[in-house]
């Protein structure tokens, strides 16, 4: 299986390189209004910003920034898939200006711009980043009731272009092999996700700047698994260092990406060359995982009525029994990215990942 995987520096206001339903699923995270390291970028798109923070006019810089976004949301509308899935993570943000302090709900403000634009929203997620900080409040301390409960979670939303389901041919094998563990579903389709670590990221471009809690890899690669089948397409209007690029690659999907700083383009090709370690960890991890599920069930006494086709286990369900999943054999640059060899992945899958990773 060979996937393809680029990369357009520009503006995601104006998605014109993008043909009309070429993208299957959006995984994106954006810089998120009214935190402070985002200023600069939002100022830069539209000098009204600055001047609504100078005067203290916190709303207006909200909704001010939150416009900037609604200009790549509604791109999404045209070049999503009908019945498309378009996820995103943010937070919300906390900012005390010209004396007010208060919580700015920035998942709140895209769900109702995904609404009035005429995607469905469905059923959220929220994820739990853990924090070794021992200050579990913002505020004055032991004393009631200026205290504030401290923002340990991030929200990702998920959208479906359109009324309708997405169409697939009847027993399509990239839908049937794509399938993920029963007790995987149990987990990922749970609205909170819990024990996924945020990343400090040191991003490089044109000047360097720093970004704190970036989604780790687990998020986007589980949002494809989820929402995409093998040979699809994902697309990310805010690529940022390539987060989600990584983990497309990682689940033999094909990626987009678009970004305005074109330094993290050329930063990128580092980490592009790790991908066929990570995939074999992220592979070994979900085929083990399985395994032991396995062992757990059966010291309970439990058995199971289905086999899978490519592995030397059972499966809890008919839909599981096609599962296949894949490593990397070959990373090849290309004129706009890279492009993937992909190798299925078999019964001797522990000898296979460790002849990969030491190859």
Not at 211 to 231: D, E, F, H, K, N
């Amino acid at each position: 299986m060979e996937t393809d995987h680029r990369v357009h520096v520009g503006d995601s206001r104006s998605l014109d390189r993008l043909d009309s339903n070429s993208v299957d699923l959006v995984v994106t995270s954006p810089p998120y209004p009214m935190i402070e390291m985002w200023d600069e970028l939002f100022v830069s798109l539209d000098e009204r910003i600055e001047q609504h923070l100078d005067a203290g006019r916190g709303r207006a810089a909200f909704e001010a920034m939150h416009t900037v976004l609604d200009s790549v949301w509604a791109e999404l509308q045209d070049v999503l898939v009908d019945g498309g899935i378009a996820c995103i993570n943010v937070g919300d943000a906390t900012r005390n200006l010209d004396g007010s302090f208060r919580r700015y709900q920035n998942h709140a403000r895209i769900v109702s711009a995904f609404d009035e634009l005429g995607f469905e929203p469905l059923p959220s997620i929220l994820w739990r980043k853990p924090t070794n900080s021992a200050a579990k409040f913002m505020g004055s301390g032991m004393l009631p009731p200026n205290a504030y409960a401290t923002l340990e979670h991030e929200h990702v939303l998920v959208f479906r272009n359109g009324p309708k389901h997405r169409d697939f041919e009847p027993k399509a094998d990239r839908r049937y092999e794509a399938a993920y563990f029963w007790e995987e579903r149990n987990q990922w389709f749970s609205d909170l996700w819990t024990g996924i670590t945020g990343q400090h990221q040191q991003l490089t471009g044109t000047e360097d700047r720093e970004r704190s809690a970036a989604y780790p890899i687990t998020i986007p690669y589980r949002l494809i698994c989820m929402y995409s089948v093998y040979g699809d397409t994902v697309f990310d209007p805010f690529w940022g260092t390539g987060t989600t690029t990584l983990a497309a690659m990682a689940a033999g999907r094909n990626s987009i990406g678009k970004e305005l700083d074109s330094g993290f383009e050329s930063a990128f090709a580092d980490r592009a060359e790790t991908v066929p370690a990570l995939t074999d960890r992220l592979v070994a991890d979900r085929l083990g995982s399985h395994e032991q599920f396995v062992a757990d069930r059966r010291a309970d006494g439990e058995g199971f009525e289905y086999e899978a086709d490519h592995y030397d286990f059972p499966v809890m369900t008919k839909q599981e029994v096609p599962i296949q999943l894949f490593d990397i054999s070959a990373v090849d640059r290309t004129g706009e990215g890279f492009s993937l060899t992909h190798e299925p992945i078999g019964v001797d899958w522990r000898a296979d990942l460790t002849a990969g990773s030491d190859s």
